[in-house]
């Protein structure tokens, strides 16, 4: 339903650096190989390929994305019916998209109905995110990844923090796909983990 990891970190999207015939080279195949897997989302996580290099403000790295995302993106979104769902990602690892409303500049910039937002809770409870930006932002919300602090996965409870984020997931009446995205990935825990959450909108 949805892949992630979009961008490789030697594919540089912002500064003197970014350039449109490899960021294309790579994306046309990319794209043509997700349509043939049966992929209907892509996130568009990939700090390290975004991360601003030193001398580039933030308001030019949020136009270099928004320029890649209309001119070079949007066209493949079209041609494969693929949704694109922007992640932002917490300030430990990334420098130009910390939260839901720095995603949503991306988002409205592109102004489109195949580009819109993910919500991952591990970024926002480290961006100490309230959850009504979850709910501000509902129209827009497309793909949600999901863990504790530490990238824990919640598997036997959920701290307060998690807690609040999926009650203001099911007060929007969230219907869309949900990822786990713990680290490390404990295989044995996932069905409990994911009784676990089906419960909680149930």
């Avoid at 009446?173 to 995205?181: A, K, L, M, V």
Wanted: hydrophobic share 40%; proline share 6%.
């Amino acid at each position: 339903d949805a892949a992630c990891n979009m961008f490789p970190s030697k594919i540089r999207l912002t500064g003197p650096e970014a350039s449109d015939e490899r960021i294309r080279a790579y994306l046309e195949p990319a794209m043509e190989r997700l349509s043939a897997l049966g992929a209907k989302k892509l996130v568009f996580g990939s700090a390290p390929a975004r991360f601003l290099p030193d001398g580039v403000s933030l308001e030019e790295g949020i136009g270099q994305i928004v320029r890649l995302v209309r001119t070079l993106v949007v066209p493949l979104l079209e041609k494969y019916d693929i949704c694109l769902v922007m992640e932002p990602i917490s300030g430990s690892d990334d420098n130009v998209l910390n939260t839901l409303s720095d995603g949503m500049r991306v988002v409205r910039g592109a102004g489109h109905p195949q580009v819109m937002l993910l919500a991952d809770t591990v970024h926002m409870i480290y961006e100490r995110e309230d959850a009504k930006e979850i709910v501000a932002y509902a129209p827009y919300l497309r793909h949600v990844h999901v863990c504790e602090h530490l990238r824990a996965l919640p598997a036997r409870g959920y701290t307060q923090a998690l807690s609040r984020l999926l009650d203001a997931l099911r007060e929007i009446g969230y219907d869309q796909t949900i990822s786990f995205e713990p680290n490390p990935y404990p295989l044995e825990d996932m069905a409990s983990a994911l009784k676990l959450l089906k419960g909680r909108f149930a």
